[in-house]
Nanobody, 124 residues
């Protein structure tokens, strides 16, 4: 069982930055791939970025590539999402998720554990 708790959301102006953090419980964090997803009102949950547990390979949605950076600290059981050059269309609830897989990390259905989400609002 893995419990995930996100933090760091808030309100920011377009062009600004935010850093989200996800803290995981358990002693096997290093064997989980971690993903960030987001869901805007009236829309489906969508993939943002992920980092695999094998080789820490990173994956990004095209919409955030070059602006967002995912990183993990296995000693601290955390995964962070640095978001720069934020746009109003980045406004959503952001969710952290964990999976034992190291492939198909862009798919919601591949994840076994989810956090409660943190709101990110980007004003124009």
């Amino acid at each position: 069982q893995v419990q995930l708790v996100e933090s760091g959301g808030g309100l920011v102006q377009a062009g600004g930055s935010l850093r989200l953090s996800c803290a995981a419980s358990g002693r096997t964090f290093s064997t989980y791939s971690m993903g960030w997803f987001r869901q805007a009102p009236g829309k489906e949950r969508e993939f943002v970025t992920a980092i695999s547990w094998i080789g820490s390979i990173t994956y990004y949605a095209n919409s955030v590539k070059g602006r967002f950076t995912i990183s993990r600290d296995n000693a601290k059981n955390t995964v962070d999402l640095q978001m720069n050059s934020l746009k109003p269309e980045d406004t959503a609830v952001y969710y952290c998720a964990a999976t034992k897989n190291y492939y198909r990390l862009e798919y919601v259905g591949e994840y076994d554990y989810w956090g409660q989400g943190t709101q990110v609002t980007v004003s124009s």
